[in-house]
Structures are given as C-alpha cells and as structure tokens.
C-alpha cells in the first residue's frame, strides 16, 4: 500500500518561506502526477501546484512566482518551495498523488502552513 507522508508545515511571518516535503513510501513512478492541495478553514481545497512523472509543472495563478514545485525521484519526494508566503496562504497542505491505470489517488494527512501579518 502506497503512503503519503507530508513535512516542513509550520508558523512563519509574512514574506518568509517553508519547504513542504511529501515522501511516497513506495514508488513515486506509481502516480502519472502528484500535486500539492491546501484547504483553508471555511474553504474547499484547492489545488496549489502539480507535476507530471516527467517533470512538467504547473501552478494556480494564486502562487505562480512563488511557489515552486519540484521532484527527486531518488528519494521518492516531491517538494514545494514556498516564497514570499502571505497570510491568505495559511492552510492545511496536502499532498496528492494520481495512478491513472488502475485510477487511483492517494492523499497526505496533510501539513499546517500559518503565515503572520
């Protein structure tokens, strides 16, 4: 069984950074993509930032030029690199990952980000 295990989560000011890591216990060639997904109190989660098995990103235009989505195959990990945070980004972040065949996806338990004004 596949495992999603996110860290880096923690209390930093605004205009501070945090690196999220997501550690697949087992193949990170098990999932066509991973992404990484928030959900603010009150809000529906909303996807962040996602990459392909052969490394193509793509971003949500709330976190384009900040945030940077990255993968190292050989440790089974996907990180997000999170810059110039503000406190709209405060979140629970989680991790995502998406077989295509069989169809399948797999979350995180998730990590707390909270940004101060």
């Known amino acids: 069984q596949v495992q999603l295990v996110e860290s880096g989560g923690g209390l930093v000011q605004a205009g501070g950074s945090l690196r999220l890591s997501c550690v697949v216990r087992g193949s990170i060639f098990s999932f066509n993509d991973m992404g990484w997904y928030r959900q603010a109190p009150g809000k529906e989660r909303e996807l962040v930032a996602a990459i392909t098995r052969g490394g193509t990103p793509a971003y949500s235009d709330a976190v384009k030029g900040r945030f940077t989505i990255s993968s190292d195959n050989a440790k089974n990990t996907v990180y997000l690199q999170m810059n110039s945070l503000k406190p709209e980004d405060t979140a629970v972040y989680y991790c995502?990952?998406?077989?295509?065949?069989?169809?399948?996806?797999?979350w995180g338990q998730g990590t707390q980000v909270t940004v101060s004004s």
């Open positions: 995502r990952g998406r077989q295509v065949l069989p169809f399948s996806i797999y």
